[in-house]
Each structure stands twice: as structure tokens, then as C-alpha cells.
């Protein structure tokens, strides 16, 4: 009995032993990144520069470990080292993020009032995102006030080329930036209209005639949406509204009447930031 109780406990240490060397290499790389994220959040308004003891000091971190992700950060220009002086400061990459924050912040001031005017319009869930690394990123939502909430909160991700907002993207992008998107997405078991990629631009060309996509139940069984491209001053497409809604309430001639919603309301935001064309936008 002895033996046997023995033996199942050494069985169960070789388990935990393979599960810990399995799982080894993403506990380091997760423990770099804490590090390398500790380093940064040293830097702020009041101490915008560091030497290496300081950031040692600060962070805790081994002399050899903080230098070593500090010319990794500096290498992808996270920060900055100044002979001179001796220090580090943020670099141009920590700007680039600051300000794509602050473009969205701005992006959601000017369009939530239209958000709000949108879903009191059609009585749905209303939407805007902006595409970042090739998905669509939800920036704010105003909820439905009927019966059946799509869970959809500010920071959710639409991925699919099903989805109507990432249509409304990917009608705008050069055709081999397409191909790319089609190609990455049928690895994921995700292509659309069944892997006909030439049926699939065809459907991105009538979201360029029309000005609307439409996802009816593509994407998530009983749940169906329609989006619009919003434009900017240079005539790029700067975001999308969405309309969503479930597919009981998208009829036709519910369709008939969030197209008009719609496209009035992306109008209206296309014009707030500077746009002058035409709704349907250039081209690409």
C-alpha cells in the first residue's frame, strides 16, 4: 500500500515537474515583460529622466537585467539614452501610443453625442471603432434601451471579416492589404464567403457603392449589424458606426431604416472632422 501511495506521489511530481518545464518559457517571457513594463512606469511628469542606478534603485532590478531591457526598449525606441547627461528618457515610440490615446479620446468626445442620436434613432445598440492592428477596436457604445443588450463594451474587439465594421475597413484598404487580411483569417478558420476571395471583393465593392456593410448572423448566430465608414480631412477612413441589433429586428425594412440612420450619422461625424467629400469616400 505503502509503495503504491509512494509511487502515485512521484508520478504526480515527474506530472508537475513536465507541466512547470512546459509552461517555463512563458512564465520568462511574462516576467521580462513585467520587468520591462516596471522600467517604464518609472517615467512621469515629475521624473521624465533616469539614470541606470536610478531606474536599479527604483525598479529593484539587478544592474545587469535593468540594462540589458533598457537597450531593448531603447532598440524599439520605447526610450532614449543622452550621453551627455547620462540618463534615459521616453522615446518617440511612447509618443506614438500617447497620441494615438489621445486621437481616440478626442475621436469619442466628438462622436458620442452622434452615438447617442443614432441609437434614439433606431432604438438599437449603437457603435464606433477604429481599426488598429488590422481589427476593429470598439471606442465607446450607447446600449439599446429594448429587450436583448449585445454584451459590447468599450475595449471589445471585432476580428471577423464577417463582422459589418471590419467590412467597413477593409472596403477602404489597398486589395493586397486585402488578400493579406483573407489569408490570415482562413489559417483561423474564419474566411469568409466560403473562401471565394473574388466573391468576397466583390462584396467589399458594394460596400463601396453603397457606404453601408452588413453582417446578418455571419458572424454570431442571432445577432445582426450594419456599419458605416466615417471619413476625416485627408479622406481616409478615420472609424466606423455600427448598428447593432438582433436578427428579429432586421428586417427589411428595419435594413431600409438604419441604412438612412446610418449614413446620415456617419455624415454628420465625417463632417465634424473635417471631411468634404462624398459619403461613400474615394476610392482606393
Known sequence: MEASQAKRRDNADDGESAAA???????????TLERGLSIL????LDHPYWTLSDVCKQTGLAKATAFRLLKTLENFRYVT????????????????SAYLMLSHSELV???????EALSEATTETAV???????????LDVVLTPRPFRPYVRPGHIFRGPQNANVQVFLAYLPSDEVRAFITRAEKSSSSPEGGNLQKFEERL???????LAYDLEEQTEGISAAAAPVFDASAQVRASLGVIAPAERFSAADIVNYDVHLKRAASILSREL??????????P
Not at 41 to 44: A, E, I, L, M, R
Not at 109 to 115: E, F, G, I, N, Y
Not at 276 to 283: K, V
Open 41 to 44: 512606469d518609472c517615467f512621469d
Open 109 to 115: 468626445r466628438v462622436a458620442h453625442p452622434v452615438l
Open 81 to 96: 539614452f543622452g550621453p551627455a547627461a547620462n540618463r534615459y528618457c521616453l522615446g518617440p515610440s511612447m509618443a506614438k
Open 21 to 31: 518545464a512546459t509552461n517555463e518559457p512563458s512564465r520568462l517571457s511574462t516576467r
Open 128 to 138: 464606433v471603432t477604429a481599426w488598429l492592428e488590422q481589427q476593429a477596436l470598439v
Open 205 to 211: 465593392s458594394d460596400v463601396r457603392i453603397r457606404g
Open 274 to 283: 473635417g471631411y468634404q467629400g462624398s459619403q461613400n469616400g474615394p476610392t
